[in-house]
């Protein structure tokens, strides 16, 4: 009898504790189901953003449109016969899945055959997106020690509403810290992001991504933008568009 109360003893304090366990096991649910709504809340947000754009902007190009390439981070060869490019932000959603999922297949069938040069260009949307500035600025201070493409790739997939980590981020790549450190401060950096938003809007840019596609202006670091994406694309999107421009500029040279 007494090993009997003992062991219903036992599992009353079991219970006890399973029971006093349960509200903090459902605060935990809580804040996850908390965290994603708030994600799936801020996608919204871009989503609406994005509509709102396409809405209000069609694919029309102004007249004459010509992007400058000048010290503008680049994958492929720089004589490529087309060139795509992308005004980004590193804390849009929309950014970070073409990054991870289209830009991949681009690279594989485009760019490191030679026959597209990928240029990247700033564009963060301060009015909703707090640390892309700064973002933005970290990617290019890696450039500075030839590992803009590395950090690229690596504030998409951590994210970028830290920036404590990005110092963490810059020594995981190998980057010299007190360069880095100095350089994120350096009004200079902060000066050419401006330039490419001013270029960006000026050229119709009023989301992210927006991609341009064009040919290289002669014995310039221009680019004659021939067509316009605005938004998310699929890779046959841009298959489409990327093949079209190409025979268009096999049909001339020929």
């Known amino acids: 009898m007494v090993a009997g109360c003992a062991l219903f003893f036992y599992l009353g304090q ?34 609406k953003a994005l509509l709102m754009q396409q809405r209000g902007s069609d694919s029309k190009l102004p007249v004459n449109l010509v992007l400058n390439m000048d010290h503008e981070p680049f994958k492929g060869q720089p004589e490529a016969p087309l060139i795509v490019v992308e005004f980004t932000d590193y804390q849009c959603q929309f950014c970070r899945r073409h990054s ?21 260009r700033d564009f963060p949307l301060q009015a909703i997106h707090k640390s892309a500035f700064q973002a ?94 605005r938004g998310a694309q699929s890779f046959p999107r841009f298959k489409e568009a990327i093949d079209t421009l190409l025979a268009m500029e096999d049909d001339t040279s020929g």
């Open 100 to 120: 991870q999922q289209v830009l991949p297949r681009i690279e594989r069938e485009y760019i490191n055959p030679g026959k597209v040069k990928y240029v990247v």
């Open 136 to 229: 933005a600025t970290a990617a290019n201070c890696a450039g500075e020690q030839g590992k803009y493409w590395e950090m690229h790739d690596t504030l998409f997939k951590n994210g970028t509403s830290n920036p404590s980590n990005w110092e963490h981020q810059a020594h995981a790549l190998g980057l010299n810290a007190i360069q880095f450190s100095e350089c994120l401060n350096d009004e200079k950096q902060a000066q050419g992001i401006v330039k490419d938003l001013s270029e960006g809007r000026a050229a119709g840019v009023r989301g992210t991504p927006t991609f341009f596609l064009g040919k290289a202006v002669p014995k310039s670091n221009r680019v004659k933008v021939l067509k316009v994406l």
């Open 14 to 47: 079991v219970s006890l504790a399973q029971k006093l366990d349960e509200p903090v096991s459902l605060r935990k649910e809580m804040e996850v189901l908390k965290a994603q709504q708030a994600e799936m809340q801020k996608e919204l947000k871009e989503l």
